[in-house]
């Protein structure tokens, strides 16, 4: 019986270090192979602490998730730089190295003999010293990791580490925080990690190199492959099956050594074939977002989906003075003046390469003007990181789109919100009644917006399944649910038929009408005859012509290098 709960407390363990590092992998989607590193962080710390200084078990451990915790943070530093291939070579070298560390530093790790003699765990008169005695520790400390991931998952802050995955720069552009959100991801996957380091340390009382090498990140990350990128259920299903798999395995009549060999191909089996024919893993990454959105929530009517400003129409809202932008000795923007008013519709025109799309970037602070200023009411903002130009009242919308496509059209929408309480990580798992109640709310006024924008039938639908017509519309509808007063708008209308024409257009002037100041990018001169007030033509990236549109049409400049 014995052998029995020794086995459960394993699959607790590695359950905890699956669920946690699922949060870098699945949640933020960020694929990272040094979570030994954060294992042996916690073990290596309640060994020292507890057997040269003396410290209590479950001080230890506490100090083992906090230092764990601020290397998790150190390490996701290279992470705001790099990623893919180059930030899976930057953690498997932290793997490499922190393993040669533990191994050459004998006065403090023990060297390749580790350290024996750890301490069992003391709570009051309890003493976790039976393998029986450690799984009732084992396992509130394993479903109590699951829950607060499950938590985290569907929250706020979830929402906007899963927006970060499918595109950094739109996640961006709605107002997220990429370096927060990276750090609290590597952050809290490798407390949790150290937690589960910890424990194991106590229970075996022995902690060795060995056992932190970076097969055993490959062997974390196999579970979550199994179970199921992005779903923290699926990381315990996959703990669960390659727990037991070589358990069973020592049963079967084999060799001396070989059952050992053979795991490891077994793994790698597992890994190519879940890859191959069901990359979601056994249980896929699923939104409960549609069972909790239909509970309550405000109601109120589709017109008041849009916020309204109360900016006198005319009154300049964004400005940019001697805006200059050069990439090495190509000018892709040249002394451009704009002045954009509220309560109307600028069009900026010109051909490919004239530099529409980099004033925009310069705008939202996506690239850094050469020279020039830019101003918000007044407020210069030039050189504001585009995260927080968004919350001081500037939104963009994208050529690409770059929509979130396997988050729910909902989600699209509703992540976009600003300052929701849910998006700091502290308040969504301390105080999860508040979050909720917000989130009703913003998920009613999501639905709103789609149905004002005419996507409500689709929204609980993943947005990689709509038409490229209604992407459109959805790209609108998140710009609306970022609540900024100025939407800078890249080709919205591109590619769309006359009647999806017939519905975003009225979009646009309701948008003006309730004091948005709008600019968009447009080729379609009919539109831009329709719905702008004032157009800009430019030209070699400087601003050749302005005026009204009837104006420009008839300009011999724009006839002749631009609309014939």
Not at 46 to 67: D, E, N, R
Request: proline fraction near 5%; charge should be neutral; hydrophobic fraction near 50%.
């Amino acid at each position: 019986m014995d052998y029995l709960y020794h086995i459960l407390v394993v699959i607790c363990i590695y359950s905890i270090l699956a669920t946690s590092m699922n949060i870098v992998i699945g949640l933020a989607g960020m694929f990272a192979l040094c979570h030994a590193v954060f294992y042996a962080a916690g073990a290596y710390s309640s060994a020292i602490l507890t057997t040269m200084y003396g410290w209590p078990p479950v001080a230890a451990a506490g100090f083992g998730v906090v230092f764990a915790a601020l290397l998790g943070s150190a390490t996701a530093l290279p992470a705001l730089r790099v990623g893919g291939h180059y930030l899976v070579i930057i953690t498997l070298a932290l793997q490499v190295i922190s393993v040669d560390f533990l191994r050459n530093v004998p006065g403090l790790t023990g060297g390749p003999d580790g350290i024996s003699g750890i301490p069992r765990i003391v709570v009051g008169p309890i003493v976790f010293d039976t393998a029986r005695e450690m799984l009732f520790l084992a396992v509130p400390v394993a479903v109590a990791v699951y829950l607060v991931c499950q938590r985290l998952g569907h929250s706020p802050f979830g929402r906007a580490m899963r927006a970060m995955r499918e595109n950094e720069s739109a996640a961006i552009s709605i107002g997220k925080n990429a370096l927060r959100l990276k750090l609290a991801a590597f952050a809290l996957s490798a407390g949790f990690a150290a937690l589960a380091g910890s424990l194991m340390a106590h229970y075996i009382v022995f902690v060795s190199p060995h056992s932190y090498r970076a097969e055993e990140t490959i062997l974390i990350l196999a579970m979550i492959i199994l179970g199921g990128i992005g779903n923290f259920t699926g990381s315990v299903l996959g703990a669960l099956i390659l727990v037991l798999l070589p358990e069973a395995m020592k049963f079967l009549p084999l060799p001396l050594g070989t059952a050992d060999l053979l795991r490891n191909v077994i793994y790698g089996l597992i890994l190519i074939l879940m890859l191959r024919f069901r990359p979601g893993g056994l249980l896929p990454e699923t939104s409960n977002l549609g069972k909790r959105s239909a509970r309550g929530g405000e109601s109120r009517p589709e017109a008041m989906a849009i916020t309204a400003f109360a900016a006198p129409e005319g009154e300049t809202t964004l400005s940019c003075e001697g805006l200059n932008k050069t990439f090495g000795g190509v000018v892709a923007a040249r002394n451009v003046d704009l002045a954009l008013p509220a309560r109307r519709i600028t069009g900026l025109i010109g051909p490919n390469g004239a530099g529409k799309t980099t004033v925009f970037n310069m705008l939202t602070g996506f690239l850094k003007p050469s020279s020039g200023r830019i101003r918000l009411r007044g407020e210069d903002i030039t050189d504001t990181p585009p995260s927080q130009i968004v919350t001081k009242g500037v939104a963009r919308s994208f050529q690409d789109l770059r929509l979130f496509r396997r988050m729910t059209v909902l989600e699209n929408v509703l992540v976009a919100f600003p300052r929701q309480r849910g998006d700091n990580l502290v308040r969504s798992i301390c105080t999860p009644w508040s979050v909720d109640a917000e989130d009703r709310r913003l998920t009613a006024r999501a639905r709103q917006i789609l149905a004002f924008i005419g996507l409500d039938h689709r929204a609980d639908e993943l947005a990689d399944n709509l038409s490229y017509a209604e992407e459109k519309l959805l790209v609108i509808a998140r710009v609306i649910a970022t609540e900024a007063e100025v939407t800078l708008l890249d080709e919205p209308l591109s590619g769309l038929d006359p009647n999806t024409l017939a519905r975003v257009l009225p979009v646009l002037r309701e948008m003006a009408a309730r004091g948005r100041t709008i600019c968009l990018i447009e080729h379609n001169l009919e539109v831009i005859r329709e719905v702008c007030n004032e157009v800009l033509y430019l030209e070699s990236g400087e601003v050749a012509a302005k005026g009204s549109a009837e104006e420009l049409m008839n300009n011999p400049r724009v006839l002749e290098n631009y609309i014939q």
